[in-house]
């Protein structure tokens, strides 16, 4: 099946510093969805991404929908250390009826 | 507005028994999705229903899991018998409808059944 390759897998950051993480695909996505997942809770729905190039901000975050609608990034700016969890692309690819597919995540630290 | 509600939180079993987890999606939401996320892995679509029919089932290991959506609104989500490798997180997720324009799309979770098979 389709597959995202999402990136970093993990990072290490200091409080107050901005991070910036992608996804990739072989396949056209025609939406991207990024959410975070807290330990022992489902995943949290942060930014929903439909058209290629648009750029969306939530507060602090950034996200991006890739011109070549094969890619996205997330930033996050000035981190605090609630940001810590895993973040999650996932997204639809272009096909038709087809489910959402997920990355394998990156899980980010905040050393304060 | 009420989010995704699942019970159990979380479920040791051994194997070969059976166990079973209960979902209610979010209020008017016509589309439900269960997913199985095993550790340091994203989530992976098991079974999604359009109301209560099957739109999608093809990753669902139908010799030992199933699930029902009887009345289009809560569903369960039954392993029988169990095995080692089911142990994973089960997450529950529903969205206003699949395949509408844009933010019907988008899938909000529930907190998730943590399954250990001893």
């Known amino acids: 099946g389709q597959q995202l390759n999402q990136s970093p897998q993990s990072m290490f950051i200091q409080e107050g510093e901005d991070v910036s993480m992608n996804c990739t695909s072989s396949?056209?996505?025609?939406?991207w969805l990024w959410y975070k997942q807290d330990p022992g809770e489902g995943p949290v729905l942060l930014i929903a991404?439909?058209?290629?190039?648009e750029l969306t901000s939530n507060g602090r975050l950034t996200a991006q929908f890739g011109i070549t609608r094969k890619d996205s990034f997330l930033n996050i700016s000035a981190s605090i250390p609630s940001d810590v969890g895993i973040y999650f692309c996932?997204?639809?690819?272009?096909?038709?009826?087809?489910?959402?597919?997920f990355g394998k995540g990156t899980r980010l630290s905040v050393i304060a | 507005e009420a989010g995704v509600a699942q019970s159990p939180r979380y479920k040791i079993i051994e194997k070969r028994q059976s166990v079973a987890f209960w979902c209610n999606p979010i209020?008017?939401?016509?589309?439900l999705y269960w997913y199985q996320q095993i550790l340091g892995q994203g989530p992976k679509l098991l079974i999604q229903?359009?109301?209560?029919?099957?739109?999608?089932d093809s990753q669902l290991p139908k010799d030992r899991f199933s699930a029902e959506r009887l009345k289009g609104v809560d569903s369960t989500l039954k392993i029988q018998p169990a095995k080692l490798e089911d142990s994973a997180v089960y997450l529950c997720?529903?969205?206003?409808?699949?395949?509408?324009?844009?933010?019907?799309?988008?899938?909000?979770f529930g907190p998730g059944t943590r399954l250990t098979v001893l």
């Open positions: 997720a529903s969205s206003r409808r699949a395949n509408y324009p844009s933010s019907y799309n988008e899938q909000f």
């Open positions: 396949s056209i996505f025609n939406t």
């Open positions: 991404l439909y058209k290629a190039g």
């Open positions: 996932a997204g639809f690819y272009r096909s038709g009826n087809t489910p959402l597919v």
């Open positions: 209020s008017g939401h016509a589309t």
């Open positions: 229903f359009q109301n209560n029919g099957v739109v999608d």
